[in-house]
C-alpha cells in the first residue's frame, strides 16, 4: 500500500439528489432558483460547515486576533468586451463589492485564468491592463494568479475567477439575516443597467445613447454608508445575478421577514424601461454591478440616503421599500395604482452567462 | 456624464508585446518556459507589484498584526477522474500545497466553479463529494464559493478555482530566492506519478498495477520538514505543473545559483521509468501532485530526510542534489556514468491540461 493509498479516498458514489434534475443547465449558474436548489442538493451537503451555512456573499474568519473576509467569484460574461467595460474590469469590481457589502476593506485580489487556445494575446493584455486599472481604482493589490489553457471548443476566450481578501474593522456586524420590520430598503441607484447593457449588445439593441454597464467599486461608497449609518445599517448585498428580486428574496428568507417594494419609487434609466418592456423583462430581476441594496433602521434612513447621494455612484440613490412582519419570506411590489403583487423569483435561464 | 463614466476607464488599446505570438496556445498554461512569457509580458507589467513580482506560490500579507497566506490555482484537468483522484481533490490539495511549501498552515478554501451545460449532476455530487473528503482529510474548510454554467461546447464539464488562505506563523522565511551553494535539494518521494497517470488514461496505456496519481495533501509533510529543519530549509515547492526540472529552473534563476542533479538517486517507480521510456519524456519535467523539494543547509540534511520518511507521504524521500556557485541559474543533471547535461527547460507544449 503506497502514502497516497493509505489516506481517505473520495466517496466513490455519492446519491445524486433526487429533485428532479440530472443534468446541469444554464440556469443552474444565473442565480436564481435553480442555482439555489444546486447550492441546497450538491454544495451544502458536501462543504457544510457554519460559515458556509451562513450564505454571505463573503466568509469572514479570525486569524490570531485579526478579522477577515474572503469571497470568490467565477466570470463567464459574454460577450467580452462590451459597453462600460469588460470581463476584467467587472471580476475585479465584482470581488471587491462582495467584500465591501460585508463592511469589509478590500486588501488583496487573486485571478485565475481559464484561456482557450487560439485567444488572441490583444485580447488578454486589452483584459489584464482593464484589471490592473480596476485594482488601482479601488486600491487592491492582485497579489497572485494562475493561468490554464484549455482547447479551441472548450472554452469562450477568457474565463476568470477571481478571490478577494478584505479586513473587517472589529465590531463590524452585516448579514443577510439582520433585517427587521419597520426597516427601510435603499438602493444607490438605477436598476438593470448592466444586464440590459450586455443584453443589448448581444440582441443587436440601439440606443439613442449607449446604455453602459454600471460595474464600479462600491467600497467607498458602502463605508459611507456605515459611516452614516452605523449600527442602524443592518444589511447591505449587491443585487447581481437575479437581480433586485434574487437580493431581496435571500433577505426576506434569511431575516424571516417580508419586503414590500413600492414599484414607482425603483430607479430606472429610460433606456431599460424600454428595453424590459420589449424583451418581457421585469428590471427588478435583471443584473446590476454597481449597486448596492441597503436594509437600514427606519430612524437613520435620511442620513444614510444623503450619505449615498454624496457619492458619485449614489446620486440616483432612493428608498425603494420596506420590510415588514407580514408575510415572511415573501416579497411584494406595490404598484403605482396601489395594487400588490407577489415579485416571483426566476428559475435562473432568463439571463445566461451575464457576469 | 453618469457616476460610472466619471470613473478611471480602462487602458483602450495596450500594445500587444511584441514576442513572436498573436493567439494564446495550449503551452502558454503548461508551466514552462511560454508560461513564464505571458507571465513576463501580460500579467507582470498590467499587475506589477512587490508581492506578484515575488513569484512565490502564495502570497504573504500582514493584517492587524496577523500574517496571511493567500494562494489561487485553477484546474482544468483531463479526465475529470483518474487513478488515485479527480479534479476535485487534486484542487484542494494542489491550493493546501502551495500554502504549505510557503510554510503557512492551510485554513480556509474557496472554490469556484464553471460548469458545462449537459453535465451529469451525478459527476458534480462525486466532485463536490471528493473535495469535501480532501478538506477533512487536509483540516480546512471551504467556505466560499461561486457557480456558473456555460453553454454546451464551452467548457469540458467542470473547471474549478480554489484559493486558499493560510496562517503564517511569526519568524517564518521560506524564498524561492533562499538557496545558497552548498545546500541539498531533498525530494519527499516518487517524481512523475501523476502525470504519467493522466497520460496513461488518455493514451490508454496499461500497467500491470494501475499507476495512481499522487495527488496528497503536504502540509503535514511540509511542518514536519520545518520542525526538523528551521531555519536550514531555506526553500520550499511542490513540483506540479512542468516537473522538477520547473521548480528547480524557478529555484536556480531567483536564488542565482547552480544546481546539479544526480539521476540516479532520482526515485522514481518502475512504471514510470518505463512510460518515460516509451513516449519520450523526462520524468524530471512531469507532473507531481503529491510531493515536495526541499532545499536546506547541508548541515540538516540529515535531519529532514529523516523527518520526510518519517510521514507516509515521504517515505520514498531521497537527497537528488545541490546547490553550486557555478553556472547560476542553470541547471545540470549528473548520469549514471559521470557525464554532466544541462536539463532543459520545455516549452510547455508537451503534457496539456495535466491539472
Redesign the interface.
Known sequence: M??????????A?????ARG??????????GGGL?AD??RD??L???G?P??RALED??S?A??????A???????VKPLFFP???I??LAVNGTVNDLAVGGAEP??I?????????????D???I??????????AGV???????????R????GV?V?T?G?G?VPVGRRLSIAGACPGDRVLVS?TLGDHGIAILSVREGIDFETPL?????PLHRLTAAVLAAGGDAVHAMRDPTRGGAASTLHELAEASGVGVVVDETAVPLRSEVRGACELLGLDPLHVANE?KVIAVVDRAATDAVLAAMRA?????DAAVIGEVVADHPAVVTVRSALGGERLLPTIPGEQL??IC
Open positions: 503506497s502514502g497516497t493509498e493509505a489516506r481517505v479516498e473520495p466517496a458514489a455519492c446519491p445524486v439528489p434534475y440530472d443534468r446541469i443547465v444554464l440556469g443552474h449558474g444565473a442555482s444546486l447550492l450538491v454544495f451537503p458536501a462543504f460547515n460559515t458556509l463573503q466568509a474568519l486569524i490570531d486576533g485579526a478579522r477577515i474572503v469571497t470568490t467569484d467565477a466570470f463567464v462600460g467595460g469588460d476584467g474590469r486588501l488583496v487573486t485571478a485565475a485564468f481559464v484561456l482557450e487556445e487560439g485567444l488572441p494575446v490583444a488578454l493584455v486589452r489584464a491592463g482593464s484589471m490592473g486599472a480596476a485594482c488601482a481604482e493589490d492582485l497579489v497572485a494568479g494562475d493561468t490554464k489553457v484549455v482547447d471548443g472548450r472554452g469562450d474565463y475567477t478571490t481578501v479586513r441607484g453602459r454597464s454600471d460595474t464600479a454597481g457619492d458619485p455612484l449614489g446620486r445566461p452567462r
